[in-house]
Every structure is written in C-alpha cells, then in structure tokens.
C-alpha cells in the first residue's frame, strides 16, 4: 500500500487537508497517512519551517499532501522565534520554496477548470443584449525553479558582478550610477529545464486530449530567455503533431483572458510568468476555493491549492472555508499515482454537487466570510465535503 505524507502546516491547511482525505477514502482509495511537520509552528518552536523529518519522510515515500503555511515579515519571525533560540543565527525562509527546491520540483501544474452553474464563473456580454458564459478550461504549466524568481538577485551588487554585467553595451546607460542605488535580478533559463517542461507539458496535452499547447512569453523583448522557451517549444512540437503550438505574450494573454480563455487549453511560462497567467485563469473559474496545483519533480510530487493559510477564519467553528482546491489537489494527486478512475469519480462528484446549487460555501455566495456567513445560508466546510461524498 502506498504511504502519503500529510502535511497539514498552518491555519485553513489543517481544516482543509483532513477533508480531501474523507474523499479519497469515500472512493475506496488505499493508503496510509503519515504526519508531516510543516509551517510556522516549527519555525517559532525549532527554528526551522521545514524540519529534516519531513524531507526525510518524503524522500522515503515521495507523494506530499500539503495544506497551506503562514509566513510572517522579518521582524515578526524574529519576536516569535523560541527565546532559548534567539540571536543564534535562526533565518526564516518559506518551507514551500524550501521543499521546491530541495526536491527540485520543477514543474508546476495549475489545471483551471470551470464547473458548470458556479456562480464564481467569468461570464462576458454576448453583444445581443445578454450574456454568455465559456467554459474555461485551461491547464498552466509554470516552470518552478528558476527565472525571475531563481533568487539570483543583488542590491549593491559586488564588483565582479557588476564588472560581468559590464561587459554587455546596454549597462553604458547605468556607468554614472553608484553600485550602492542599483538592484539586478536575474532571469536565467536552462535548456534542460525548459526542454522538460515542454515535454510533460505535451504529454499531459496527449494524455488528457487538449488540443493545443500555448508558450506564453515575450519573445520580441525578452530574446534570449523567452526566445528559448519558443525555440524549445517548436523542436518539441515536432514530437507531437496531432497537438497545435501556439505563442503569445504575456501581456496580450492577460488582455485575451476577458475575451477568448476558452481557446486556450495547456499554456507553458517561466515562473513569473506563470505565476501571473494561473493566478489570471484561476480567477475566472472561481478563484482561491477552487485552484489546485501540483508540484512535480523527478521523484518527489506534493500537491497543494494555491490558497494560503487564511489566518482570519482558521478559528472559525464551524469551519466556513471551501475545501474544493484541496480536494482537486487530491485528484492530482491520484492521477499522478495513475488513480485515474477515481479522479474523475471526484471531480464527477463536484461537478454535481455545484450544478445542483444547493450547497455553497461562502466564496461561492458572493458573501463575506465570518461566522455570520452561515445564518446567511452559507454551508460549512464539513457540509460541503458530505454533499461531494454523497454523489461518488
Ligand atoms: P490566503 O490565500 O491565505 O487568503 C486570502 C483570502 O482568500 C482569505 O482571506 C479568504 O478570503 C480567501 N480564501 C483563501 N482560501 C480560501 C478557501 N479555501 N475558501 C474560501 N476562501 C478562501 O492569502 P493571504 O491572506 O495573502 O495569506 C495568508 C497567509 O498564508 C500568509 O501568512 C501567507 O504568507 C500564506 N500563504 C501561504 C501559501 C501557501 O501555503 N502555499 C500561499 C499564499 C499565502
Ligand atoms: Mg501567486
């Protein structure tokens, strides 16, 4: 039997997490549970969000359920670290990044789906007086580990860098600016990197019937990393000729998003750029109560909704929170486990319970959280994982 490690971390994360667990078990799926420690808990006790435990427990069984963390600003970090721990030269850092990186989870997949007859759904004006509502399903595939967000960055850069980036004519313009007033972050791309994110990105095109795959850059400014990403694309591509390639730029895909998302299916970015274009697709299907994502190395997977800790309802009881992202990152996680069956079950089950319209959590009521929000009719977090349960 497969072991998975649940890392519940902080706030929501721990009334989320236990949830999808219910579904899995209410399709049959066997597996046993081990405990994680992840979040803020352990940074204020231990001086580390991340324990070695945990990589441990993943690298031995390399499937991680995870809820969601709460990270703080410096100066907090600093005032809720244990005394006994203080000035011992303990730094904070995200214990999701942490596990990105350690791993190398380098692929990261943000399916955008939209349930039918959720009232969170984009609807534009049809141009006859009404209106209509695409079904946007649209799948993103963010490279994960470097780019804009691979941390090479510098305020004051040291003199060797600063002499490096010399040697390029366009730093002529900043040869009268002090080091001390400039900041450089870099965006580097590596050719593996990018040729493997293509690769699972057509794969899953192929294994899930899209029927095209969208590099999504800005290949006319930014021409040597971009131009990469569009370059790679084209000699994969190749492999695939039942899939269409198309390109875009990151700008105009933004403006398109309010006009056209239904025609795109699997989109490719570097991290930046992903990040922007899922949290852009993300909103038009509903928003945080319903992105999922899956972090994919080559072989260790966590998966996790994109929501955060969501501190100012994690006290709530009951509970008012959508449990939907983290039950759809369960259904990742069965399809990477090759649960396919059951995936579907799940997803099938959601699909019926939001069609019906009888059971909405406060997202999806257009209301404000809190604990009034169920005297408004708002169903509870628990309630809303019975009516999922009670369609498998
Ligand atoms: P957040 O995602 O926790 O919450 C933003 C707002 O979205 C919430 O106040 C709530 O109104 C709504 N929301 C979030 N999840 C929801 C759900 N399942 N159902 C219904 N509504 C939901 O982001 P925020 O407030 O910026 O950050 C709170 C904490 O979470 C911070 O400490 C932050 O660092 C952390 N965070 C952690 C992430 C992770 O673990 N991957 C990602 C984003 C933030
Ligand atoms: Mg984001």
Redesign the pocket.
Known sequence: MKTIVAMP?D??GKV?LPEAIRVLEATGFEANYVHGDIGWEFWCKEGNALPERTIKLLEEHKIGLFG?????PKDDAVRELDPKLQEKGYVYFSP?VGLRQHFNLDICIRPCKAFKGNPLNFIRKDGKGGFEEPLVNAVIFRQNTEGMYGGIEWTNPPKQVRDAFETHPKMNKFADIKSEDLAISTRIVSRQATERIFREAFEYAKKFGYKNVTVCEKPNVLRETSGMYLKIARQIAKDYPMIDLWDTNIDAQMMWLTKNPEDYAVLVAENMFGDIISDGFAGLVGG??FACSANIGDKVAVF??T???????ENLNPSI??PI?MILSACMMLDHMGENDKAYRIRHAIAAVIEDGKVK?Y?MMKIR?GAKAIDQGAATTQQMTDAIISKL
């Open positions: 971390g706030g929501i989320v969601a963390i709460t990270s703080k999701i945080l109560g996790e909704p929501h955060g800790s969501a501190p100012k309802y929170v959508n992202a959590t997202d959280g």
